[in-house]
């Protein structure tokens, strides 16, 4: 028997109490303002804001990058700046992957929380840790909930009596204890290790760039062309409405898809829409190059895949497709080194959104070897990439494992037998 056993079968015998959430914690909805609220001078005159952006996902810690400053303001309380062991959530958002992410509040901060944003701040210490209602609501059972609970429309919303009916045991403290001593203890070592594997991981991809940037360098006797010589055809695709994204039909690829789910080539779409929804559909087949010409940053735009499935597939607005006669993978390779990046960035502004052309990709210049070279090339660079990509292998595989790893054991801690054994329905 552990020491948590120890205590439950001591303390607790017949089962552990539940909650409701808003018994034992209040729960405070942020502040809301207006756009022209908003100060270009944050060092002397504003109140920095968080927002759901500065809490990483799956990673329950704040970071402190674009902090917004908005005028001092009468509607701006205290119970509205953030204090030590507050619980910060993401308690509105149109992403799914935002909503219900927290982050724990370790001291008092001069800044307040959005009005997409809430906190849940513990009534008494006597009664439960602030830090054990965090790792409840990093757990599983939180996720459930809001499974079940939250609906389906546009924008999810975390309203005060979702929040405050939220049922979490509640444990005699000196359990609760030992379970938040063992949770903050595997979290420091899941943390020290998985910092430990990111940054070998960032010096693989740092190594990668340079053999993939040192291979395709060459001397004079190598022909360097532009896009615009290679392309049989270019041409931009069509727009296609997220809502018009669909679970079967005809296979599509989005632009913001280029950045967020696809690599240096793919062969298979994750989207798919009915072609009768789209206004003079574009298509694109095996071997296509897709460029993104729409991005929220300079460094990114112009992103290149390589297309190696045998469907025809769409492609969506804001996508430039390319038809060659060259190998795809290679190009797609060229087309990620430091030199072509710099040319794809070339006179690009770093505002908000940035944009590219056909023009502008039909003037990049790469060096183009012969087919059998094109593929010794492809060879190596694609054995180098799933070392450093797949999570089925490698270090990515490790820091996911070590992170279920700990979800798993702070789920299998955090579950009791409630004392007389109502269910979370039933109490609703």
């Known amino acids: 028997m552990n020491r948590i056993e120890e205590l439950l079968h001591e303390l607790c ?6 909650k409701k ?4 914690a209040d729960y405070i909805r942020g502040i809301t303002y207006k756009k022209s609220d908003e100060l270009n001078d944050n060092i002397n005159n504003g109140i920095g804001v968080i927002r759901a952006n500065n809490i990483w996902i799956d990673k329950n810690i704040l970071n402190f990058s674009d902090i917004k400053y908005i005028k001092e303001s009468k509607k701006i309380k205290d119970v509205h700046y953030l204090y030590k062991d507050d619980i910060l959530i993401c308690a509105g958002s149109g992403s799914k992957e935002h909503i219900g992410k927290v982050a724990y509040i370790f001291q008092d901060l001069q800044y307040v929380f959005g009005g997409f944003m809430g906190v849940i701040r513990n009534k008494s210490i006597k009664v439960i840790l602030p830090r054990f209602i965090f790792h409840i609501l990093t757990s599983e059972i ?15 919303n975390l309203n005060a009596k979702l929040m405050n009916d939220f049922l979490i ?6 359990v609760q204890e030992e379970i938040v001593r063992i949770l903050d203890k595997f979290t420091d070592l899941t943390t020290d290790l998985t910092t430990d594997l990111t940054r070998e991981l960032a010096l693989r991809r740092k190594q990668y760039e340079y053999y993939r940037d040192h291979l395709l360098t060459f001397s004079t006797n190598v022909a ?12 931009r695709g069509s727009g296609i409405k997220r809502e018009d994204i669909t679970e079967t039909g005809t296979p599509c690829v989005r632009y913001g898809e280029i950045y967020t789910s696809y690599n240096i080539h793919f062969n298979q779409c994750i989207s798919h829409t009915e072609v009768d929804k789209i206004k003079n559909p574009k298509y694109f087949s095996s071997g296509d190059l897709l460029f993104a010409i729409t991005g929220e940053n300079v460094e990114d735009i112009a992103k290149c895949i390589a297309y190696t499935g045998s469907k025809s597939c769409l492609a969506g607005g804001d996508i430039v497709v390319l038809k060659h006669n060259e190998n795809p993978k290679y190009l797609a390779y060229a087309l990620s080194t430091f030199n072509a990046q710099k040319q794809k960035t070339k006179g690009k502004s770093k505002n908000k959104v940035v944009h590219s052309s056909v ?3 039909a003037s990049i210049t ?6 059998p070279v094109q593929q010794r090339i492809v060879n190596v660079l694609d054995n180098f990439e799933a070392v ?19 979800e798993y054991y702070r789920d299998l801690l955090l579950t009791f037998t409630e004392k007389g054994a109502i269910t979370q329905t039933d109490r609703q």
């Open 21 to 24: 959430l808003g018994e034992v």
């Open 13 to 18: 015998p017949e089962g552990v109490e539940y």
């Open 142 to 156: 939180f996720r459930m909930y809001l499974k079940n609970n939250l609906d389906t429309s546009t924008i999810n």
């Open 366 to 371: 790469i060096p183009v070897p012969p087919l």
């Open 224 to 235: 360097y062309k532009t896009l615009g010589e290679i392309a049989t055809s270019i041409y």
């Open 388 to 406: 450093c990509s797949d999570l089925k292998i490698g270090l990515p595989a490790e820091i996911e494992a070590r992170q279920k790893q700990y």
């Open 359 to 361: 023009p502008d990709i």
């Open 169 to 174: 045991p509640v444990p005699p403290l000196p």
